[in-house]
């Protein structure tokens, strides 16, 4: 007997349209770890109080170490409830947070990027006056965290430059392989934004490699 076909998952709910980013692989940046990360996990505790966070995490390829990624620095935050967004939204749009989209399917995440800096915490920018690096923020309630643990061994793997070189490369690879297809255009008439297909085009190589995170052990 065939398997009952699969339960459709809930679409991701846009609460306005997501701000373009351009879809380009840079070589690793240091100080995204030791100077942009720690900026942007300060101004979320100052939004928000400490009191209200659990934890905030580094996540995605900006957080590992001499991994050629968007420059765009991805967080995982942890908060009580994800879903009770009038205790914290207001709060980060007031930080300079663009509240996007709310994802029943992923957690219960609620996504925003950072869209404007307050005065005295400004992002460095380059010539023609773009900043030198973007914010996303995915926000997790303490119950559902499955995805942030994903992100994190996912992070803790790729970042054994040696015993996981292979995993590394292969990753890379498929981030440019995406970048590309989206820039010629072969991800027209894909669902979502252009950072969506970007995610979507990649997303199989990052299930092969938490297949073998998973199945380590480690």
Known sequence: MP?????PLPPIIYTRPRPPQRIQIV????????????SVAARLR????????IAIHHVGSTSVPGLAAKPIID????????????????????????????????SERRYLVLVEDPPGDERARSANGEAEYG???????????AHVEDHLRLREWLSDVEGH??????????????AEAVARGEAEGEE???????????????????????????
């Open 165 to 178: 070189k292979g995993d590394r490369e292969a990753y890379v690879a498929a981030k440019r392989a995406a």
């Open 75 to 106: 967080v995982n935050l942890i908060i009580e409830d994800s879903t009770d967004e009038a205790s914290y939204i207001p709060l980060l749009e007031a930080a300079g947070f663009m509240f996007v989209s709310r994802d029943p399917a992923w």
């Open 46 to 53: 100052a939004a928000l109080g400490p009191s209200s966070i």
């Open 27 to 38: 070589p690793s940046d240091p100080t995204w770890r030791t100077v942009a990360f720690p």
């Open 192 to 218: 979502g934004s252009l950072t969506d297909r970007y995610h979507a085009r990649k997303r199989g190589v990052i299930e092969e490699i938490l297949e073998r995170v998973y199945k380590s052990g480690e």
């Open 135 to 145: 914010v996303s923020v995915g926000v997790y309630g303490r119950a559902d965290t």
């Open 3 to 7: 398997p009952p076909p699969a339960t």
